[in-house]
């Protein structure tokens, strides 16, 4: 039963559960940021072009296995919300499920193994890069597994109020990729030297060692008692069909989101030759100090408003939802000072001596640091949204506001009035501010609260 009159709690209760959740998802997350920057760090060391391959190749990677993971990630969706019921063994049969959706990667990889030459010599961007970025790009699409794998059960254990576990896994993860970066990028201690390949490499091999330690987490007893993690491994197909029921378009809005990104990366950005392509990479790389960790809240706050859900307290589900709005906005308004006081020494620091690049990858960070209060709602709105269920909705707004807004107003600043990156970045900045206020009032004005995501009666 909802209700809309919570109980007097105590002060900072909000905050308390907020951080409890979020804290281990951040440090899970900046861990990925740190694995992201020791990549480009190594592979700027190798030139221009290997920096500017990479940073388009490992985006597009990502982009074409979003839709995938936007179904699993709706994990912690349902056994959020299964666990706020008291039906726990639904946890686990949920997470089996998101399992067994994982195994489909690898369909999805053999299937853009024989594409993925064509698509990058199509970018034009230059037969060095070209030849680069399809060698990433193939490595690549072999990790589709493990991260589809690793995503299902970071999901539970962050909606079953665990995130430690995939912040330890987080962690070894990116140890590992450390390691192995700097053995196959640069050739060391008789490993063979293989550039921006040894950096696709050294990503998938820590992927299935971080999925593969969740697995054995998922597994131990003291889980398997309290959840059934060993008992409820069926393939359950209407529970299968109910993840992707509302996971699909979670997944599709996902994918249309970035694959919009990728496309102005590419297409866009990219277009206007390697230093603008590196500048762009390397700003994008300091963003992620930014938004990864909102991108955390986003993860924790959709586990939240799950299980307050589960619960029937809508209140407590919104008030969570604006104390994590108000520790993101926080975090990202300081970050985007940083950014635009101190980007050409940062930039110079860690990525690049050329100083086209430095010069313009300073101004694209100045505009981040306009939208990154505007961001904060967006990233944070978005896992509340998803955390009630309200998945189809997001879709069609994401399509809306991607491809009929941002990318036809970054093209025209960037080819028509000739502003070429900088342009398309004014324009991006545009949109963030833009779909900020679109989501903020999608999820204060309640529509989602009729929403049922489950068709099958508990299971207790």
């Known amino acids: 039963m909802q209700t809309d009159t919570p109980e007097k709690e105590p002060r900072w209760t909000g905050v308390r559960e907020v951080m409890s959740m979020s804290w281990p998802i951040v440090l899970g997350s900046l861990s990925f940021t740190i694995m992201d920057f020791t990549d480009k760090w190594m592979v700027g060391k190798l030139g221009t072009e290997p920096a500017a391959a990479v940073g388009s190749a490992g985006l597009w990677s990502y982009t074409l296995s979003t839709v995938l993971l936007g179904i699993v990630g709706c994990v912690s969706t349902f056994a959020a919300q299964s666990l706020g019921r008291n039906e726990k063994s639904n946890c686990a049969r949920y997470a089996w499920q998101g399992i067994y959706l994982a195994a489909f990667a690898g369909v999805l990889a053999l299937a853009l193994w024989p594409v993925s030459a064509p698509l990058f010599r199509r970018m034009g961007h230059g037969p060095a890069v070209t030849e680069m970025e399809i060698g990433f790009f193939q490595i690549r699409l072999l990790g589709y597994i493990p991260m589809a794998w690793g995503t299902a059960l970071a999901a539970f254990f962050q909606a079953i109020n665990r995130p430690r576990v995939p912040m330890y896994a987080a962690l070894a993860g990116t140890g590992l990729n450390a390691v192995l970066n700097y053995l196959l990028i640069f050739g060391v201690w008789g490993f063979p030297r293989l550039g921006v390949n040894g950096s696709a490499t050294a990503t998938v091999i820590s992927q299935y060692v971080q999925a593969g330690l969740l697995q054995l987490i998922f597994l131990r007893g003291s889980l398997s008692a309290e959840f059934g993690t060993r008992k409820y491994f069926h393939l359950d197909l209407p529970r299968l069909r109910e993840l992707v029921r509302i996971g699909l378009p979670g997944g599709a809005g996902m994918f249309l989101d970035i694959f919009n990104w990728s496309i102005f990366t590419s297409l866009v950005v990219g ?106 709602i967006n990233i944070t709105c978005m896992g509340a949204l998803r955390g009630a269920g309200d998945t189809r909705w997001m879709m069609i707004a994401l399509f809306v506001g991607s491809y009929l807004f941002f990318l036809p107003l970054a093209v025209f600043l960037s080819f028509g009035l000739h502003g070429e990156a900088y342009g398309a970045w004014i324009g991006a900045t545009f949109y963030i501010i833009s779909v900020s206020g679109v989501l903020f009032q999608r999820f204060h004005g309640e529509r989602w609260r009729s929403i049922s995501i489950f068709s099958q009666p508990g299971a207790e």
């Open 271 to 376: 277009h206007f030759g390697s230093v603008s392509l590196a500048a762009h990479t390397f700003a994008i790389s300091f963003m992620h100090v930014s938004f990864m960790p909102a991108v955390a809240v986003n993860q924790g706050i959709a586990a939240i408003v799950g299980q307050w859900i589960g619960r029937g307290d809508i209140p407590r589900a919104k008030a969570r939802t604006y104390t994590a709005i108000r520790l993101c906005m926080g975090y990202m308004v300081c970050m985007g000072v940083i950014f635009a006081v101190y980007g050409k020494t940062l930039i110079q620091a860690v990525f690049s001596s050329d100083p086209a690049v430095i010069e313009l990858g300073h101004k694209l960070l100045i505009l981040a640091a306009i939208f990154q209060a505007f961001d904060a």
